[in-house]
């Protein structure tokens, strides 16, 4: 059975720095994209950041500068390094495999269960 588990949510002040990982198992995700999206309540799900196998990179215009998304290989966690939060960044935090990269939902097939992240003001 595939599973991708998310760790590293939590509660931050604003200004602060969370790192969130993303560990797959059942299979390896070696030409699959990964991507991160976030809920916040009463909110559609939102694309966050994506990275394709190759490395290329992807994020929402609202994070771009803040968060960085990495991997190392395919067979290790997918990464998204969050700076400068803010309150607006709260919500729970999904991550996501796809077979290419992409920002709407309905691309992945695979899905975790969430992280919450918590941003205080």
């Known amino acids: 059975q595939v599973q991708l588990v998310e760790s590293g949510g939590g509660l931050v002040q604003a200004g602060g720095s969370l790192r969130l990982s993303c560990a797959a198992s059942g299979r390896t995700f070696t030409t699959y994209a990964m991507g991160w999206f976030r809920q916040a309540p009463g909110k559609e799900r939102e694309f966050v950041a994506a990275?394709?196998?190759?490395?290329?990179?992807y994020y929402a215009e609202s994070v771009e500068g803040r968060f960085t998304i990495s991997r190392i290989n395919a067979k290790n966690p997918v990464y998204l390094q969050m700076n400068s939060l803010k309150p607006s960044d709260t919500a729970v935090y999904y991550c996501?495999?796809?077979?290419?990269?992409?920002?709407?939902?309905?691309?992945?097939?695979?899905w975790g269960q969430g992280t919450q992240v918590t941003v205080s003001s």
């Open positions: 990275i394709s196998w190759r490395g290329n990179t």
């Open positions: 996501a495999a796809s077979s290419s990269p992409s920002t709407r939902t309905y691309d992945y097939n695979y």
